[in-house]
């Protein structure tokens, strides 16, 4: 079965902090891809960014960066100089390669305090 | 431009009452969903169609059908409501299947939701 955890079910940071939310998969598919979803206080569900399984490099988009580590089962999520914009709750996502089924985390909250 | 849309936006039903909330994606996807948020629960799979004909059930399926109409439509119908069911409903859709010689990598479009009650 699939399963993802995230375990930080809120996080508050000062503004032009840097936070990582974490997040933990678990699949028995050899072949799988994970996404990153944010969901601001208006309510959408906005993606940002995948990851195959088989491509561990590590990406950076501007603040953001994500950290794939197999090994550990692990693809988290860092912002680095947070903003108050970045206030929003955070979905980790699996998806694997039997199905087409997609399985989500059960968030993380981020509050950024200016 | 409007990708997934869901109606209605809001709804209120009596206990026992039945429901039909609709999706429909204007972008040619192949795959359709509907999750339900709730507090603390993160978005959770009800039904899943990979192609028109087909339906799949999620992670918490009781309690719902589905049906998808063509390519464009996937509807979620609630037969006997319960106050358990009150949530945020999404619909979300994305381009290709597995089984149609894509990755598994392509994001969902979601819809705004539907914030269903249930008194």
């Known amino acids: 079965a699939q399963k993802v955890t995230q375990a930080q079910t809120e996080i508050s940071v000062v503004e032009k902090e840097d936070v990582t939310l974490d997040c933990v998969y678990e699949t028995r598919d050899t072949t799988y891809y994970l996404f990153w979803y944010k969901q601001p206080p208006s309510g959408e569900l906005v993606f940002l960014i995948r990851?195959?399984?088989?491509?561990?490099q590590n990406e950076i988009s501007g603040r953001y960066s994500w950290n794939f580590q197999k090994s550990t089962s692990s693809f988290n999520f860092t912002i680095t100089a947070s903003q108050v914009v970045d206030s929003a709750v955070y979905f980790c996502?699996?998806?694997?390669?039997?199905?087409?089924?997609?399985?989500f985390g059960k968030g993380t909250r981020l509050h950024i305090l200016p | 431009n409007a990708g997934v849309t869901q109606t209605p936006k809001f709804q209120v039903l009596k206990t026992g009452q039945s429901m039909t909330l609709q999706c429909a994606q204007d972008m040619n996807h192949n795959s359709m969903y509907w999750y339900r948020q709730d507090p603390g629960m993160g978005l959770r799979l009800i039904y899943y169609?990979?192609?028109?004909?087909?339906?799949d059930k999620g992670e918490v399926p009781n309690g719902y059908n589905v049906s998808r109409l063509n390519k464009r439509e996937f509807s979620l119908r609630l037969e006997s409501a319960a106050p358990s069911q009150t949530s945020v409903y999404f619909c979300?859709?994305?381009?290709?299947?597995?089984?149609?010689?894509?990755?598994?990598?392509?994001?969902?479009?979601f819809g705004d939701g539907t914030r269903l009650s249930i008194l």
């Open positions: 169609s990979a192609s028109e004909g087909t339906t």
């Open positions: 996502a699996l998806r694997g390669n039997r199905d087409d089924k997609i399985i």
């Open positions: 979300a859709s994305s381009p290709l299947a597995l089984g149609q010689g894509a990755l598994g990598n392509q994001p969902q479009h």
């Open positions: 990851r195959n399984s088989f491509d561990e």
